[in-house]
């Protein structure tokens, strides 16, 4: 039998894998549940998709309603269809994820969110319906894509040491990388703007600061020129 797309009585929601750096761990943004099923469980933020909005407008607009997040790097992740993955019903979740610049963003719970707050990757509370899959994939995709896309300056703020951006490739990847090979691998590039800065009010001696240039990465790109760190 042929059944109409009417018939199936299928919901569509968006769920948002958001990740941040500290100076210590790689951390997940997580919301706290205020409604049923599953109030007071954490979970990824995310909702259902109006029928008025595209996929991509429904992640953005569910960031901005539970945690306050706005502007930031936004990209489809998987699809996630498990029959019964949502006691409520039939519902499919088309999953994002997203880096942001924790020095950038300050995050507040609103709308169906009792918290929000960053958990270390490492070290995550039990999460709500196939949120731990959902989570386990969006790692697996930013540990792979970093490598060969420059998406790691999401994380970091728009001015850096050659030491953060070190240090954001290796708890990512989880593996230590020799210092002297990073930097001449990084700046024989040709991607970083050297900076007539230093850092402000540290206790060691101030380290060179420098800047992304994504126009001059696009025009290497259109070069040939292949990022792989």
Request: hydrophobic share 45%; proline share 4%; with cysteine.
């Amino acid at each position: 039998m042929c059944h109409s797309p009417t018939d199936q009585h299928m919901a569509i929601a968006v769920d948002c894998v958001v990740f941040g750096l500290d100076d210590e761990d790689l951390k997940v943004l997580l919301i706290q549940r205020d409604a049923e099923p599953m109030a007071g469980v954490w979970a990824l933020p995310g909702g259902f998709v109006l029928p008025d909005e595209t996929l991509d407008e429904a992640a953005s607009r569910e960031l901005a309603e539970e945690t306050g997040l706005t502007r930031v790097f936004l990209e489809q992740l998987y699809s996630f269809g498990a029959v019964d993955r949502d006691p409520r019903g039939r519902v499919v979740s088309v999953a994002y994820y997203a880096l942001v610049a924790l020095r950038d963003h300050r995050v507040r719970a609103a709308t169906d969110a009792r918290d929000v707050a960053w958990f270390a990757a490492a070290d995550l509370p039990t999460l709500a319906f196939d949120h731990e899959h959902i989570l386990d994939m969006g790692l697996q995709r930013l540990k792979g894509k970093v490598r060969y896309q420059p998406i790691g300056f999401e994380l970091l703020p728009s001015k850096f040491t050659l030491s953060q951006l070190q240090r954001l490739y290796e708890v990512i990847l989880e593996r230590s990388l020799d210092k002297r090979n990073f930097r001449k691998k990084i700046l024989a590039m040709g991607i970083l703007e050297e900076l007539d800065e230093v850092e402000q009010d540290v206790a060691h001696r101030a380290a060179r600061l420098y800047r992304f240039d994504p126009d001059k990465y696009a025009r290497l790109v259109e070069a040939g020129f292949s990022f792989e760190v």
